[in-house]
């Protein structure tokens, strides 16, 4: 028998310091990379869009990756990516940590449009006030001095 699943996870993660970086230039590239770590882990990316602070990813989770370890391996990989690229001269690093929120299929093309439409939602929304909305929403506890 086969394992069927339907796991859908946005995650979001920053620049360290959340240090404009992400340019607009190479950001198509950055996403087929990133598309091609999440196919090798045998998920499925929905949509993938950022702004030059952070990043959005709606994928599903593979039944055997670990959801830390598959953010993990993304962070890594495309880190060096970046780097080694030379298309991303003012990125460091990606920050330590990250928000993971499940939908279900009802609400997957609610938040493949919301994560397509990141740069029009950040036109009146800061990326702060998005991601605490978002721990709201989820019902996550957090300290505020960690969102810092």
């Known amino acids: ?3 069927f699943r339907q796991i ?11 240090k404009p ?10 996403y087929k990379y990133i ?21 959005h990813i709606f994928s599903d989770l593979h039944p055997a990756i670990c959801l830390s370890d598959y953010i993990k391996d ?8 970046m780097k080694e ?8 690093e990606w920050q330590e940590g990250y928000g ?6 009802r609400e997957k093309d609610i938040i493949i449009n919301y994560v397509k439409n990141q740069k029009k939602n950040h036109q009146t929304e800061t990326f702060i006030d998005e991601y605490k909305r978002l721990l709201v929403e ?11």
């Open 74 to 81: 993304i962070k890594i990989a495309s880190n060096l990516w």
């Open 100 to 105: 993971a929120f499940t939908y279900s299929t």
């Open 8 to 18: 859908y996870y946005q995650i979001v993660f920053s620049t360290k310091n959340r």
């Open 138 to 148: 989820n019902e996550i506890e957090f300290d505020e001095k960690y969102l810092l």
């Open 35 to 55: 598309w091609g770590i999440i196919n090798n882990h045998k998920c499925k990316l929905y949509r993938i869009n950022s702004m030059p602070d952070h990043i």
């Open 21 to 30: 970086s992400l340019t607009a230039t190479h950001e198509n590239e950055l």
């Open 85 to 92: 690229s030379g298309k991303f001269p003012t990125f460091s």
């Open 1 to 3: 028998m086969n394992t």
